[in-house]
């Protein structure tokens, strides 16, 4: 069983366009993340849900909104593509430990490489 | 805040000898401390893990990691290395309370036969 599921694998789309991308975790975690790996490989923190809460928001564009319909998944939606979107996108999740605590280990998803032409 | 920093983006070495990859990282507090694997095309795999405890961790496939206070580091070992090695490894450090990963830049380990 995949515990962390992401679809599409690969994207290629247009400048301009509006795309979505989507992540779903069987794992039962309360928190999911998304992850961009750019051109040079260098992974950084996009966003964090806990419970369909939005908890980490770094300096990414408007562009980019997370949708968490429910704690199993979360979807990212970016809207007028750029070239420099062209990334691959990971989705991670983590569990919320009985104290609150988040769990430290974080589950990666296999990634979706999206190409911007 | 936190940062990380791999020694050397590429790492090259023969099959069967040992495999050093660097990783110093920056923290204001104690912190957990990670190692992934990247496969060629593929996701991030949890290699090791360092929260609390013994400060030499095991990992899958053969590696192990020492975290090191005084010198803020936490370099991935591995005594022989194989062919299936081949990949990039990315050290990662996330605060005690927090739950943001920080990632170091990523080296490249290749393997010769």
């Known amino acids: 069983d995949t515990a962390v599921s992401q679809t599409p694998k690969y994207l290629v789309t247009q400048m301009g366009n509006d795309k979505s991308i989507k992540c779903e975790q069987n794992?039962?975690?309360?928190?999911m993340y998304w992850y961009k790996q750019d051109s040079k490989k260098f992974l950084k923190i996009m966003f964090s849900?806990?419970?369909?809460?939005?908890?980490i928001n770094e300096t990414v564009p408007n562009r980019f909104s997370p949708k968490s319909p429910d704690k199993a998944h979360l979807n990212l939606h970016i809207n007028s593509l750029e070239l420099g979107d062209s990334a691959v996108y990971f989705c991670?999740?983590?569990?919320?430990?009985?104290?609150?605590?988040?769990?430290?280990?974080?589950?990666f998803g296999p990634g979706t490489r999206l190409l911007v032409l | 805040a936190q940062s990380v920093t791999q020694l050397g983006s590429h790492v090259s070495v023969s099959e069967g000898a040992l495999v050093l990859l660097r990783c110093n990282y920056s923290?204001?507090?104690?912190?957990?401390l990670f190692w992934y694997v990247q496969y060629p095309n593929q996701g991030l795999q949890l290699l090791l893990k360092?929260?609390?405890?013994?400060?030499l961790v095991k990992g899958i496939n053969g590696f192990e990691a020492e975290f090191k206070k005084s010198e803020t580091s936490f370099h991935l070992t591995k005594p022989s290395a194989h062919m299936s090695d081949a990949a990039e490894y990315f050290c990662?450090?996330?605060?005690?309370?927090?739950?943001?990963?920080?990632f170091g830049a990523g080296t490249i380990l290749r393997v010769k036969s």
């Open positions: 923290s204001s507090v104690p912190p957990y």
């Open positions: 360092y929260t609390t405890g013994a400060t």
């Open positions: 991670a999740s983590s569990q919320v430990l009985s104290g609150g605590e988040t769990e430290e280990t974080q589950y």
């Open positions: 794992l039962g975690h309360d928190t």
């Open positions: 849900y806990n419970n369909k809460e939005l908890i």
């Open positions: 990662a450090v996330r605060e005690f309370y927090g739950n943001k990963l920080v």
